[in-house]
Each structure stands twice: as structure tokens, then as C-alpha cells.
């Protein structure tokens, strides 16, 4: 059975850092272009950041440019999400995806494109 765990959320203060955590089981991550999605109360889900599979080229929102960093650990089988100089406008639930295996994160931009997903994982910036 294919699934996603992801962890490291909390409560933390504007200008601070979290690290997400993107376990696959079920499957092998490498094998697939992975985003972390985020979703705000009220607003739409947002790509945040992907990797893409073989040269692991990466994508950033623009929002998040300079300050998160995505990146693969295929031992452990994880993709992780470094967020740094957080902004309470980067609260959200934070979910990773997904799409099927192969594709490049250029080509899949859409949640509706992705197929697997975790539960989600609540980062809140706040004083």
C-alpha cells in the first residue's frame, strides 16, 4: 500500500525554522517527482516547493524563494522540506504528493495531477 507520512509541524515564532519530514512507504520515492503542497484556512491549496526525480531539478514558489529548501535523503526513503526565516503567512497545513512515477515536477503543477498524498502536517508562524 502506497502512503506518505509527514511530520515535523509545530508552533513556532516569525523569523524560525522547521524542518518537514516526507516518509514513503509502499513504494520507492526516487522514482517519483515529489511537491510539498500548503493550504491556508480559506484559501486555495499552493504548490510550495518540488523535486524532480533522476537530476532532482527543484522548484520553488516565488514566496518561498531563498528561504525553503527541498531535498532527498533515498536511503531513508524521505523527502524533506528545510523552511527557514519563517512569516506567519506561511501558516497552512503542509502536504507532500506525488504524481505518477516519471514525471517531472515541471509538468505535473496541479493538485488535481497528483495521485498520492499524506495526511498533512500543521506549521503555524506566530508570536
Known amino acids: 500500500q502506497v502512503q506518505f507520512v509527514e511530520s515535523g509541524g509545530g508552533l513556532v515564532q516569525p523569523g524560525g525554522s522547521l524542518r518537514l519530514s516526507c516518509a514513503a512507504s509502499g513504494f520507492t520515492l526516487e522514482h517519483y517527482a515529489i511537491r510539498w503542497f500548503r493550504q491556508a484556512p480559506g484559501k486555495e491549496r499552493e504548490g510550495v516547493s518540488c523535486i524532480s526525480t533522476g537530476n532532482g531539478n527543484t522548484e520553488y514558489a516565488d514566496s518561498v524563494k531563498g528561504r525553503f529548501t527541498i531535498f532527498r535523503d533515498n536511503a531513508k526513503n524521505t523527502v524533506y522540506l528545510q523552511m527557514n526565516s519563517l512569516k506567519p503567512e506561511d501558516t497552512a497545513v503542509y502536504y507532500c504528493?506525488?504524481?505518477?512515477?516519471?514525471?517531472?515536477?515541471?509538468?505535473?503543477?496541479?493538485?488535481?495531477?497528483?495521485?498520492?498524498w499524506g495526511q498533512g502536517t500543521q506549521v503555524t508562524v506566530s508570536s
Open positions: 504528493a506525488a504524481p505518477a512515477p516519471g514525471l517531472p515536477c515541471w509538468a505535473v503543477d496541479n493538485p488535481t495531477e497528483y495521485d498520492y
